[in-house]
């Protein structure tokens, strides 16, 4: 064991410095199927006004309101698709369904439940209120307007109004490439008998998992044994496609803990240490080419919780979301939360509903070999290093993971 040279870095500044260096990527044009869960890289201006004719939102017959009261000749049909040819003459009803245009001329819809049908002609209603009963040209989105700013993630709605504007394929905020890799001789793949002393790859599935959730594209690397030379031989290969290398394990102060001085060799090592709890080994390096990489510990919760406070947000930069931060919300906590001296710790809870307040209940033990700590939880607090802590009772802005 040797003492780490690396500097502790204060949590906030770790994060603000890692960012700082993060570079935004590229834009890629994406057909409409492919584009949930993704951001927008350009503002979407209307080219043309929705609805883009006057257009009935019921079923009945379109005619002028000055002819209230009257009855009517059907001079024809507007159906969606179908539109009546030409200018409705005076004294006449067009039959009109949902969706169809409302012919010239015609300066209202009334509803066919509020008329009476005598063959061919319709007696409607004596008062009448033009404008009623259609969407006119451009209330829904008017030509010119911003109809989603760029940053925004892209969800059902979205696509849904994209497509009603007639885009194909919408300009995206490119996926990182990210390569995965867990270090440790005492590794082996799920699916295998560990002999004594190894222990299945947890880290691989969860950060992967976490990985896909932040938007990146992930090449599994597998599993590097504590030996330099392999490990060096792999990152590199790796790093050909990868905007961006994440690996778990080998950065504490171990003899065999290689990650650090590889990541010296190949680019700069910026943040070495943390005062973060769990995650103080978390290790951030800038290499040639506009690549990253994050070295996380190896403790399973300390490798997701660095995730979280490192690595999430700095995906999220990369494809050019507006918000890189999880939403918070106050919660009240149903348990001391209590400090830790020298690092913030970030601290795991479940979370549930009393009256109008959501509570906070620890997960219980909060080791960072104890992934049950985190499984289910809902929220993170983030407890200042110090001596103070949060009493029960208190109420603090949480990390939401997940809500109940
Ligand atoms: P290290 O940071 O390599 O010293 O690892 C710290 C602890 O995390 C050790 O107990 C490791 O066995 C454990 N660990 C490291 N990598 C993984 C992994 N991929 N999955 C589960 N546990 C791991
Ligand atoms: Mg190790």
């Not at 960012?19 to 044009?29: A, C, F, M, Y």
């Not at 004596?126 to 209330?139: F, I, M, Q, T, W």
């Not at 499984?375 to 103070?388: C, E, F, I, S």
């Amino acid at each position: 064991m040797r003492a780490s040279t690396y500097p502790l870095i204060d949590a906030d500044e770790a994060a603000a410095l890692v960012l700082d260096r993060i570079p935004v990527l590229g834009v890629e044009r994406v057909a409409l199927a492919d584009c949930v869960g993704r951001v927008l890289a350009e503002d979407l201006m209307a080219e043309s006004s929705l609805p883009a004719f006057p257009s009935s939102a019921v079923d009945g017959y379109a005619l002028r309101a000055s002819d209230a009261g009257k009855t009517l000749r059907v001079a024809g049909e507007s159906a969606a698709g179908r539109p009546f040819d030409g200018v409705l003459p005076s004294g006449a009803a067009a039959r009109i369904l949902t969706g169809g245009v409302v012919p010239d001329g015609a300066d209202c819809v009334v509803m066919v439940e509020d008329v009476q049908v005598f063959g061919d002609a319709v007696t409607v209603p004596p008062s009448l209120r033009a404008g009623s009963n259609y969407h006119k040209v451009g209330d829904d989105v008017r030509a010119g307007d911003r109809i989603l700013v760029a940053g925004t993630q892209l969800g059902a709605a979205e696509i849904g109004i994209a497509a009603a504007t007639g885009r194909a394929d919408l300009p995206l905020g490119r996926r990182p490439r990210v390569a995965l890799m867990s270090t440790g001789d005492e590794l082996v793949e799920v699916g295998r008998t560990p002999g004594r002393g190894q222990i299945h790859d947890s880290n691989r599935w969860a950060l992967l998992a976490a990985l896909r959730e932040a938007g990146a594209d992930v090449h599994v690397l597998g599993i590097a044994p504590d030996a330099p030379d392999a490990l060096r031989a792999l990152v590199v290969d790796a790093l050909e496609e990868a905007d961006a290398l994440v690996t778990s394990g080998g950065v504490s102060v171990g003899t065999h803990d290689l990650v650090k001085p590889l990541l010296e060799s190949l680019g700069t090592v910026h943040v070495g240490r943390v005062k973060l709890k769990p995650g103080k080994p978390f290790t951030f390096a800038t290499l040639p080419g506009n690549r990253v990489a994050f070295g996380l510990p190896g403790f399973p919760v300390s490798s997701l919780v660095t995730f979280e406070v490192f690595v999430r947000p700095a995906l999220r930069k990369m494809q050019g979301f507006s918000h890189w931060q999880r939403p918070t919300l106050p919660v009240r906590l149903a348990y001391d939360a209590k400090p830790t001296a020298d690092r913030t710790e970030y601290q795991r809870v479940t979370l549930h509903r009393e009256g109008r307040d959501l509570v906070a209940e620890t997960t219980g033990s909060q080791s960072s070999s104890r992934l049950m700590s985190l499984a289910g939880a809902h929220a993170l607090v983030r407890v200042p290093a110090g001596d103070q802590g949060f009493k029960a009772g208190t109420v603090v802005e949480a990390l939401i993971l997940a809500l109940p």
